[in-house]
């Protein structure tokens, strides 16, 4: 079989620089391969040695290569000062193939570019024969992100993805160079963090009944039960998983609205006095309940207890490689304020505190986490909604409304996720076509993602600073499956990812034919990986969900 190489010109997401190095020719992988790990490599080294020796059926032993060629990693914070901690510079000639990072994660990102180099069977799990020539083109590679925060949200509340399925996305991150997983574990639908103090969280709340098939108009039920939850030891192994891969997990324990799990399972939580929580159950369909938290010192302890068990478990790194681990997300999204309004207890305290209104009370709540977070050294970052009635210094806002949360945030002097639903939510149907499955709100399409800008042009240079970066999001009510997420994340994911890594032009200016034409190579690796991606002449027969409803194109606003 002859080799199957990649071109540089085929990298995604695409690197700041490629060059034919000189001589021309090829580094050929073999059976005599080794890997000389300089310190600090090691981890890439034990990735390399089970990535690629999978795939190849190489050893990769360690070595200096002297008899044999040699993947060199290197550590070169001097030669990569311009590139920063995440960059990289890849050098391949006949002999060697000499990977050098800024820091650690930098060498890390450089193995994944080595490995689109080896062409799509490196993204197997085996050989698929004896006898094929593994060849890396001789090349110069000089590469680094545009932004330190590169982000997926993975909801696993609305339908439960195992701890496998978890682990699996965190390789396809990996492989995108995307850097911080954002876990939303809690909503109104399901509860997914054992929590030992308050098992009831996940022996209640991590169960409904049945579920809503389709959108939340839909007339469809799939009446089975649905659920689960990660195991703290899930939890751990999880975290260090991603940070092997450089990647900084941030828990998302959303509070006080989405919460009707968690009442479910301690009806003390609810607003007692205005309904009774006892009869509640886990919500079996789709929205923005309205049974939220009640503004209770019992309800602020409660969840001071969750969060001390989340702070042990999602600990902050202290050698400043996992730059984002110490951050907690604390949702703060749509809070109905009707059970408030109508709530005694919430009243009185509106007065005790000497609090304008409801959205107040919200604020109040929410600047509690804030202080409780900062006092053990972390970091509160929750959706633009904990913007409204102002915002402690060091908390950092996720702009989901479009852009408007981000730029107060920013102007505010608050770092910024950019995450606007309007460019970067993937349950967003990629097709105007009557075949999408079920299909949500409006079209983005492949291109539409491709052409998504980050930073607002609102922002001066110096407020811009504050855009940490940008991050997808896949909300899962009509992702029942991995194949549904697979679905919705790809290929839309691989445009993000070169959004949020490779130094773009202006939208209008981007080259999207030349991303469509690296993509080619870029859908073997997909299959390669396993991954039901949506190819671009549409969803395959079983793909997609004939009569089950979505949400009109010009259905119901923006609520979700
Ligand atoms: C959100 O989509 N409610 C953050």
């Known amino acids: 079989m002859s080799g199957d190489v990649t071109s540089t010109t085929e990298l995604i997401p695409a690197p700041l620089t490629t060059g034919a190095a000189a001589p021309s020719g090829a580094f050929v992988l073999d059976g005599t391969t080794v890997i000389d790990a300089g310190p600090g490599t090691e981890g890439t080294a034990r990735w390399l040695r089970g990535t690629l020796g999978a795939a190849t059926g190489f050893a990769l032993p360690p070595g200096d290569g002297a008899d044999s060629g040699a993947l060199r990693l290197r550590i070169r914070p001097d030669e990569t000062v ?13 002999t060697a193939v000499t990977l050098s990072g800024g820091g650690p994660a930098g060498v890390f990102w450089g193995a994944q570019t080595l490995r689109q180099l080896l062409g799509p069977d490196a993204f197997r799990r085996a050989p698929l024969a004896p006898g094929r020539r593994w060849t890396v083109p001789a090349t110069d590679v000089e590469d680094a992100p545009r932004f330190r925060w590169r982000g997926l949200l993975l909801d696993v509340a609305r339908h439960f993805t195992a701890k496998e399925g978890v682990l699996r996305y965190l390789d396809l991150m990996a492989a995108h160079k995307l850097n911080v997983f954002h876990f939303h574990l809690t909503d109104d639908q399901g509860w997914r ?28 039920w799939e009446e089975k039960p649905h659920g689960g939850y990660y195991t703290q030891d899930d939890i751990r192994e999880i975290v260090a998983y991603a940070a092997e891969r450089h990647i900084s997990v941030v828990p998302e324990i959303d509070v006080p609205g989405h919460s009707q799990a968690a ?16 009869a509640l159950s886990v919500w079996d369909t789709w929205g923005v309940s309205s049974n939220v938290l009640a503004p ?61 209104d409801e959205d107040e009370l919200q604020s109040w709540f929410v600047a509690h986490f804030d202080n409780w977070l900062r006092d053990r050294g972390r970091r509160l970052i929750g959706w633009d909604e904990i913007l409204e009635g102002g915002l402690a210094k060091g908390a950092a806002v996720a702009s989901w409304r479009g852009y408007q949360g981000g730029i107060a945030a920013a102007r505010a002097g608050h770092d910024v996720v950019v995450c606007p639903e309007q460019h970067v939510y993937l349950d967003h149907r990629q097709a105007a076509g009557p075949d999408e499955p079920v299909p949500i ?18 922002l001066d240079a110096r407020q811009a600073e504050h855009v940490l970066g940008t991050q997808a999001n896949l909300w899962t009510e009509v992702m029942e499956n991995h194949a549904r997420v697979d679905y919705q994340a790809f ?70």
């Not at 311009?82 to 006949?94: A, I, K, Q, W």
């Not at 929590?195 to 007339?219: D, N, Q, V, Y």
């Not at 709100?441 to 609102?458: A, S």
Request: charge should be neutral; glycine fraction near 8%.
């Open 82 to 94: 311009r590139l920063g901690p995440e960059g990289y510079t890849l050098h391949v000639d006949r």
């Open 193 to 220: 963090l054992e929590i030992k103090r308050h098992p009831k969280l996940t022996e209640t709340g991590a169960w409904r009944a049945r579920t809503k098939f389709g959108h939340r108009f839909s007339p469809l």
């Open 263 to 278: 009442i479910a399972a301690y009806p003390e939580l609810g607003n007692t006095d205005v309904i009774d929580t006892t």
């Open 296 to 356: 209770t010192d019992n309800t602020l302890h409660f969840f001071e207890g969750v969060l001390e068990e989340v702070l042990e478990l999602f600990p902050a790194d202290v050698t400043g490689l996992l730059p984002f681990s110490g951050f907690i997300h604390i949702g703060g999204d749509e809070c109905p304020k009707d059970q408030w309004r109508r709530s005694p207890v919430a009243q009185a305290r509106i007065k005790e505190l000497g609090l304008a």
């Open 441 to 458: 709100g409006f079209v983005r399409t492949l291109e539409d993602v491709y052409r998504f800008e980050p930073v607002p042009p609102e």
């Open 491 to 560: 290929p839309r994911l691989a445009a993000f990812a070169e959004v949020a890594w490779s130094r773009l032009p202006a939208p209008a200016e981007r080259d999207f034919a030349g991303f469509e034409r690296r993509m080619a190579a870029h859908y073997r690796r997909l299959d390669a990986l396993g991954v039901d991606y949506r190819p671009p002449s549409g969803p395959r027969p079983w793909q997609q969900r004939p009569g089950v409803q979505g949400r009109p194109l010009d259905g119901p606003p923006p609520s979700r």
